[in-house]
C-alpha cells in the first residue's frame, strides 16, 4: 500500500512540473511553467453557467489566450486542439478564436487554480466546451490542399455556380458544382483566410447566401465556435474550384495561401489557349475567362 502511494506521489509530481505545454505547427514543444502563468498579465471575465438549475456566475482572472500565443512566437496557425490530463480534448478553429474571448483561467473567486487545474475558457460558448486541467495546446497550420483542375469563375453563364436565388445549400452546391456527395470544401474569404471544413459532417445544413451586392456569406455551419468569415471569393472540393470574377488578378496569392507550387504549374490553359504564368493578363479588360485550367 505505501509503494502504491510513493507511486501515486511521484506521478502527482511530474503532473505538477509541466503546467502547460504548446505545441507549434511544426511539432516542437515549449513548456510553460506554472509560476510563469500566474506572473504573466491576466484579465478579469466572469462566466454564467447553469448547474443544478441554478444560475451561476463566477469571476475569473486569466490570460487572453490569442495575444499570449502570439507574444510567445506563435503568431500562425489554423486550428488548436487543446488536452486536458484526463484526455478530454477540444479543437477550435483559427477563425472561431479570432470572434470570441478566451483565456487561461490562473484564478477563480481570487485565488489561484491548482497547477493541474488550469482551464480554458471560452465565456461567450456553452461549458461543455470548457477544458479543465489542461496539459497542452496543439497549434496546427493549414496544410494545403492539392490544386484543382478547373477554376470557374462563377459570375460566368458557364459556371455551375450560378443561381437566381439568394441563397444556395451546400448539399445541392455539393451536387451540382463539384458533382459529389461527400468531401472536403474549402473555403476562402477576401482577407484571405482559409478553411477547410467537411461535408456532410461540419457542413450537412451550411449554406451561402448572396447579397445585394452579389457578395457571399458562408452561414449554418458546425463549428464548435462562433465562426465568422467574411466575404467568400473562393471554394473548392476536388477537382473543381470556383473563383470571383475580381479576384482573378490575385490568383497567385491565393494559391500561395492554398500552398501550390506554382512552378510546377506553368504554362497552363486558359479556355483552351495556353498561356505564360503572368498574373498581369488577369484584367477585365484584357480577358475574361470562363474557365481556368490547371496542370
Not at 34 to 50: E, G, H, P, V
Not at 189 to 197: C, K, M, P, V
Amino acid at each position: 500500500m505505501r509503494n502504491i502511494l510513493i507511486i501515486i506521489g511521484m506521478i502527482s509530481l511530474l503532473v505538477s512540473l509541466k503546467a502547460l505545454q504548446v505545441i507549434d505547427p511544426q511539432g516542437k514543444e515549449r513548456e510553460f511553467t506554472y509560476a510563469s502563468l500566474t506572473k504573466a498579465d491576466m484579465q478579469t471575465f466572469t462566466t454564467t453557467r447553469n448547474k443544478n438549475g441554478l444560475d451561476i456566475t463566477e469571476t475569473w482572472q486569466g490570460i487572453a489566450l490569442l495575444p499570449w500565443l502570439s507574444q510567445n512566437g506563435f503568431p500562425d496557425w489554423q486550428s488548436l486542439n487543446s488536452s486536458s490530463y484526463d484526455g478530454y480534448e477540444v479543437r477550435l478553429q483559427r477563425v472561431d478564436l479570432d470572434t470570441m474571448p478566451a483565456f487561461i483561467a490562473v484564478m477563480l473567486e481570487g485565488k489561484l487554480l491548482p497547477d493541474s487545474d488550469l482551464r480554458l475558457i471560452y465565456p461567450e460558448t456553452r461549458d461543455n466546451l470548457w477544458l479543465r486541467g489542461v496539459k497542452s495546446i496543439s497549434l496546427e497550420a493549414f496544410t494545403g490542399i492539392p490544386y484543382p483542375r478547373q477554376i470557374f469563375v462563377w459570375e460566368t453563364e458557364s459556371s455551375n455556380f450560378t443561381w437566381d436565388k439568394g441563397s444556395i445549400g451546400l448539399t445541392e452546391l455539393m451536387s451540382q458544382a463539384f458533382h459529389q456527395n461527400k468531401g472536403t470544401v474549402v473555403f476562402m474569404d477576401a482577407e484571405r483566410h482559409a478553411i477547410a471544413l467537411d461535408y456532410p459532417a461540419q457542413l450537412e445544413n451550411a449554406k451561402l447566401d448572396k447579397d445585394k451586392a452579389g457578395k457571399l456569406w458562408l452561414s449554418n455551419i458546425k463549428l464548435l465556435g462562433k465562426m465568422n468569415l467574411g466575404e467568400i471569393v473562393y471554394l473548392q472540393c476536388g477537382p473543381y474550384a470556383y473563383l470571383k470574377k475580381a479576384q482573378l488578378q490575385n490568383l497567385t496569392s491565393l494559391g500561395k495561401v492554398l500552398k501550390w507550387d506554382w512552378q510546377r504549374l506553368s504554362p497552363y490553359t486558359i479556355t483552351g489557349t495556353k498561356t505564360k504564368l503572368d498574373m498581369d493578363i488577369f484584367t477585365e479588360k484584357q480577358l475574361s475567362p470562363a474557365w481556368i485550367e490547371l496542370r
